[in-house]
């Protein structure tokens, strides 16, 4: 069992920077995939990115590609993901989510691929 707690959410103005942490309790961090996911009021939770064991290999959503960046400190336990050029678009409520799957494949971008949540952070984007 993992317990997963978000920060770093907020109020920003549109083309402005935040960055998002997630940080675990226990042990074996590197044992799990990492990722990020949204959720806007009405839609369905989107996925943002996501981060191999070690941080070697990340994958991003098409709205995260080239304007954010998921990365890993195994040693602080703790996944970020950096958020620059924010959109309006983007305010939603965050989510960081781990897996203990051993393979690393398209159903990365799933749901269903992930067993632990955390309880969101959300962002607002502002013009």
């Known amino acids: 069992q993992v317990q997963l707690v978000e920060s770093g959410g907020g109020l920003v103005q549109a083309g402005d920077s935040l960055r998002l942490s997630c940080t675990a309790s226990?042990?074996?961090?590197?044992?799990?995939?990492m990722g990020w996911f949204r959720q806007a009021p009405g839609k369905e939770r989107e996925f943002v990115a996501t981060i191999s064991w070690s941080g070697d290999t990340t994958v991003y959503g098409g709205s995260a590609q080239g304007r954010f960046t998921i990365s890993r400190d195994n040693d602080k336990n703790t996944v970020y993901l950096q958020m620059n050029s924010l959109k309006l678009e983007d305010t939603a409520v965050y989510y960081c989510?781990?897996?203990?799957?051993?393979?690393?494949?398209?159903?990365?971008?799933?749901?269903?691929?992930?067993?632990?949540w955390g309880q969101g952070a959300q962002v607002t984007v502002s013009s």
């Open positions: 989510a781990a897996s203990v799957a051993k393979a690393w494949g398209s159903p990365v971008r799933n749901v269903n691929y992930y067993d632990y």
């Open positions: 226990g042990r074996s961090f590197g044992m799990y995939v």
